[in-house]
């Protein structure tokens, strides 16, 4: 299914026959740019930038490499083709067709849901803004761009969706979600995690394993969707979020490499040593992974859900891999294990599955990140480093759920707010470690040249070579 790129607004959506639509996405177009301009990468319209775009949805074609200005890199709307087949298989509309227009009963809810997942896209671009002045090689100031350039066209995916199904009022909203800011006090962006600084590289590499690792999830669920359109338009998106949580998984894992050789050069066992010879200590960086976990694990929302269960009942939103699961795909008599506080303690409690959904979500994803981990986990052992990653208790640093305003230390022992916070700075990174970390980050753009306190990746993009010149500069 090939993408039109002879048009102002590049799609396979056969755009040019809906005069009226064509011209509305056409005037958004001009003030996405000025957000782009405004709030995007930094310093870089002058740049170019080896970057992939989509030129098919197809398995085999959807990626083409070329040196392009970013300004100029162009987005569009893409989604899978269309199954005419396609029934809904869970929920109440189990075993009808999926719907092709927003059924008016649930026009409200799927536009708030389709503005809250187009409102992380451009968030994170605006959180990552400036990493590129401190890039610590040409192959991930590429990467970085990549990343940023296709959450631009994940928002252009929603964009489309409000503009063509929601009327007058999916145009405010798309109108909207080019107003509010990440991080700004009068008008920030809808979720938390979105609002939190990426102050530099380390940040963004466990933002993309983590919380772009949730996007994964939540993207899958809302793959399930009955509203057809909705659904093709995640799975494409599905096929581009792949990477951004390459580019996080392996940041890191080529931080831990080096920290790791350097230990074992110099000899050193403990895991806060390394600082002098200016790498990332183990002990920092589980600090971190401790972070970023715990707030990723809110964007999950309440453990238990009245929304969540109507989405799954209305046929809105299904779980994770829906079509692999060996139930009835209706759960009305289903529980769910889950843990809570009662009378001061945890305790593991069975609840209707229904309401537990996103909690389950949740656990499906805690089980990949820690596939995650078990990676890493190689990295030290292969050296023979005696340290070790591991996930925090589900309890820890929590705002939203269960264990939201309790006191929880990373091995799940429940404390007082002041036990808690005397141990603060040894759990979670604290300013002089953010501080510590900067003072390492300094753009290197040489070709194959990589700052002190990261690996190289074990190969290059597109069977490129790792010392290629992915960044051009003017």
């Known amino acids: 299914m090939n993408i039109d790129y002879s048009q102002l607004i590049p799609n396979n959506v056969d755009l040019a026959s809906d005069r009226t639509l064509q011209r509305a996405l056409e005037r958004w177009q001009p003030a996405f740019l000025g957000w ?7 310093e870089t319209s002058d740049l170019q930038v080896y970057l992939r775009t989509a ?5 085999d074609g959807w990626a083409n490499f070329s040196y392009v200005r970013m ?3 162009r987005w569009g709307v893409f ?10 298989h869970f929920g109440d509309h189990q075993g009808e067709s999926v719907w092709q227009e927003v059924p008016g009963e649930y026009r409200s809810t799927l536009r708030r849901i389709i503005v809250t997942q187009g409102d992380t896209e451009p968030a994170s671009v605006e959180q990552q803004r400036l990493l590129g002045r401190t890039a610590p090689s040409l192959y991930d100031m590429r990467n970085l ?7 631009g066209r994940h928002l252009w995916a929603m964009v489309y969706l409000l503009h063509r199904y929601f009327g007058k009022d999916g145009r405010e909203e798309a109108e909207y979600l080019l107003e509010r800011r990440s991080g700004d006090t009068d008008n920030p962006r809808i979720l938390t995690a979105f609002n939190e600084q990426t102050r530099h590289w380390l940040a963004f590499f466990m933002f993309a394993f983590f919380t772009d690792r949730d996007g994964k999830f939540q993207l899958s669920s809302l793959a399930e969707s009955a509203f057809d359109p909705l659904s093709r338009t995640c799975r494409f998106m599905l096929t581009e979020e792949a990477h951004h949580m390459f580019v996080g998984e392996s940041g890191v894992a080529r931080t831990v490499q080096r920290t790791c050789e350097v230990m074992k050069q110099h000899g050193l066992r403990d895991s806060k040593e390394g600082r002098q010879q200016g790498i990332i200590d183990l002990n920092t960086l589980q600090k971190f992974v401790n972070f970023h976990y715990s707030v990723t694990l809110d964007l999950f929302g309440s453990d238990i859900s009245s929304n969540a269960a109507t989405y799954y009942t209305t046929g809105l939103k299904g ?6 699961r060996g139930d009835d795909h209706r759960l009305s008599s289903d529980e769910y294990p889950l843990l809570d506080m009662e009378n001061g303690k945890i305790v593991e409690k069975r609840v209707p ?3 537990a959904l996103n909690a389950r979500l949740r656990d499906d994803y805690i089980e990949e990140i820690q596939g995650g981990l078990n990676r890493w986990n190689r990295i030290p052992e292969n050296l023979g480093i005696p340290f070790r990653f591991k996930l925090p208790h589900v309890g820890f640093h929590r705002k939203i759920g269960n264990f939201a305003a309790q006191f929880i230390s990373p091995e799940g022992q429940v404390m007082t707010e002041t036990e808690w916070n005397q141990h603060r700075d ?4 604290s300013e002089s470690d953010h501080r510590y970390i900067e003072s390492l980050m300094g753009q290197v753009i040489e070709p194959g040249k990589f700052a002190n306190w990261i690996a190289p990746p074990a190969k290059g993009i597109n069977s490129k070579p790792i010392d290629f010149e992915y960044v051009r500069f003017n």
């Open 79 to 88: 989604l899978v083709p269309r199954d005419d087949n396609r029934k809904v």
């Open 353 to 355: 599955a229904l309401t």
């Open 36 to 42: 782009w301009n405004d709030t995007g990468p930094a």
């Open 145 to 151: 761009f990549q990343v940023n350039v296709e959450e």
């Open 55 to 59: 030129i098919s949805v197809d398995r």
């Open 71 to 73: 300004p100029e890199y």
């Open 319 to 324: 779980r994770y891999e829906e079509a692999k």
């Open 426 to 429: 040894e759990w979670m990174p």
